[in-house]
């Protein structure tokens, strides 16, 4: 039984279609965040 839960939570957080997303996954939402996204201010390098 876990393991058919476990399934489903890696489905649903990684690899369903998702509507409110465009119709795609919401692991490639999040990269295309990531790609666009300008780095906080805490995480830049400061000299």
Do not use: C
């Amino acid at each position: 039984m876990e393991v058919v839960v476990a399934e489903y939570v890696d489905w649903f957080n990684q690899r369903r279609l998702h509507g409110e997303l465009g119709h795609i996954t919401p692991a490639e939402h999040e990269a295309a965040h990531y790609l666009t996204a300008e780095p906080s201010a805490s995480l830049q390098k400061t000299s």
